[in-house]
């Protein structure tokens, strides 16, 4: 089934230490984002990716890098963990080109930061 | 599944009527539009989109509409179903020409009295 796959699932991270969430789409999108969702909050965009290759800047970035190598992968790395990442992760793509806006996403990265 | 907002705005409807669920945006260079549903422990999902030189679209069951006067938008669900309960989020585009990244809004809880 065609979509977007992120992982893991859920982690739990000690403060300071390297983390990467992986997110996988098969719709040959050429954007993808990565938010964040926090309680009493909506999503708030950390990195997109308007094309493989190209990364930029969304409204949270800091303490967060991305990379986009190809046209399908998209991970995002926290450097150095502390508490208040810990956030539910969602990534997302869409197929600029067509001229559709709309943003697919996937199931969420539950990530808890001690 | 991970709580989505503990203090959400909360429609309780009862099953077999029509839902309205509001959203303000706040800027009028906003030019396209869209509702998602999430469901607990899941990721956003697309319900539909407007674009700004429409005040009005419709899909199944749901109607989404336009006030770009008053910068509102609104969704209309007929017949909600207990399968209608989620917390459903606006998003607005600002420009297509500064990238595809949409802004959300804080959601609304939806719950289906049977």
């Known amino acids: 089934i065609a979509g977007i796959t992120q992982a893991p699932t859920s982690q739990i991270l000690a403060a300071g230490r390297r983390m990467t969430l992986r997110c996988t789409q098969d719709?040959?999108?050429?954007?993808m984002y990565w938010y964040r969702q926090d309680l009493g909050l909506g999503l708030r965009l950390i990195h997109y990716?308007?094309?493989?290759?190209?990364?930029g800047k969304g409204e949270v970035p800091d303490g967060y890098s991305v990379s986009r190598a190809n046209t399908d992968d998209f991970p995002l790395t926290l450097a150095s963990a502390v508490p208040s990442q810990t956030s539910v992760y969602f990534c997302a793509s869409s197929d600029s080109v067509s001229g559709t806006d709309t943003q697919y996403f996937g199931p969420g990265t539950r990530l808890t930061v001690l | 599944g991970e709580s989505v907002g503990l203090h959400l705005p909360t429609l309780s409807v009862q099953e077999g009527d029509n839902s309205i669920i509001n959203c303000a945006y706040s800027?009028?260079?906003?030019?396209?539009f869209i509702w998602y549903k999430q469901e607990s422990g899941k990721g956003p999902q697309f319900i539909i989109d407007i674009r700004s030189n429409m005040d009005k679209r419709q899909g199944q069951r749901v109607t989404v509409l336009l006030n770009k006067t008053v910068k509102h938008l609104s969704l209309q669900i007929a017949a909600t179903q207990p399968g209608d309960s989620a917390v459903y989020f606006c998003?607005?585009?600002?420009?297509?020409?500064?990238?595809?990244?949409?802004?959300f809004g804080g959601g609304t809880r939806v719950l289906v009295k049977p």
């Open positions: 719709m040959r999108h050429n954007a």
């Open positions: 800027n009028s260079a906003s030019d396209y």
């Open positions: 998003a607005e585009n600002i420009s297509k020409a500064a990238g595809n990244k949409l802004t």
């Open positions: 990716s308007n094309t493989a290759g190209t990364t």
